[in-house]
């Protein structure tokens, strides 16, 4: 006996309808059943739409549907990346070929629920990675604020010889070091002019002639077997004399 393919496409709308609640949206009937059903994951929110997946799957029976495939499309796709309604298709047209000759319409919708659902999963696996190396980047960059730049010897001498320049410490020091640094006998003597002129202006100033100066030459006879603290060791133009 003859299929009566129309009469079985009938039977198959009126099931549908009743199995998916009001959701079924006939789209045509003649010459030949047209209608879509809406899918999507569990996390989708209609009035949001910024979360989960969704799509309608638009179906059009063909004449000697199910010993044919029905035709599919896809309408209203929310929050599909590229290549997501290829992918969709492609999936649901493996589903038609293992179904050929009964009704298939409830198993392809569930199939297509399945795919959603497994891709929607990526996303969020993918989005908890990113959001992980996120995390992990944050903790990174607070570490090294805390660990800083590593220092060695020579790092640290250099960051010391430009710190102290750029505080002026080092020309303190250097200031400093001149100060108190022992002057020889010619610094000095070329430092203060006054003493060019000796106990000899004091005498002057007395009122006493240079003439009437008397040394007493006693006192510089055995001035070789003095023991005097000498700063000519420490002059620089000191020049010992031979004997």
């Not at 199910?66 to 499309?73: G, S």
């Not at 000796?198 to 023991?227: C, H, T, Y």
């Amino acid at each position: 006996m003859e299929r009566n393919h129309h009469e079985d496409q009938c039977n198959e709308i009126e099931a549908l309808d009743s199995i998916y609640c009001g959701e079924l949206e006939v789209l045509a009937t003649e010459p030949l059943h047209r209608f879509k059903l809406p899918i999507a994951t569990t996390e989708y929110d209609q009035e949001v739409e910024t979360e989960g997946l969704s799509c309608k799957l638009v179906f059009s029976y063909t004449e000697k549907y199910p010993d044919t495939a029905p035709l599919v499309e896809i309408e209203d796709p929310e929050n599909f990346r590229d290549g997501y309604e290829e992918g969709l298709l492609e999936h649901v047209q493996q589903t038609i070929q293992e179904n050929i000759g009964i009704e298939m319409i409830f198993s392809l919708v569930s199939s297509a629920q399945e795919w959603l659902n497994c891709k929607y999963d990526e996303l969020k696996n993918e989005a908890e990675n990113e959001k992980e190396e996120a995390k992990r980047l944050l903790e990174e960059e607070e570490r090294k604020k805390f660990e800083g730049t590593r220092v060695t010897v020579e790092s640290f001498m250099v960051w010391k010889t430009g710190f102290e320049r750029d505080m002026g410490i080092t020309e303190r020091k250097e200031k400093i070091l001149g100060e108190t640094r022992k002057l020889t006998g010619k610094e000095l003597f070329l430092l203060d002019n006054t003493l060019n002129e000796s106990d000899l202006k004091f005498l002057m100033d007395a009122g006493e002639p240079i003439e009437s100066v008397r040394i007493d030459e006693s006192l510089f006879q055995n001035i070789e077997d003095l023991e005097l603290d000498s700063d000519d060791d420490d002059d620089e133009d000191y020049v010992p004399n031979e004997k």
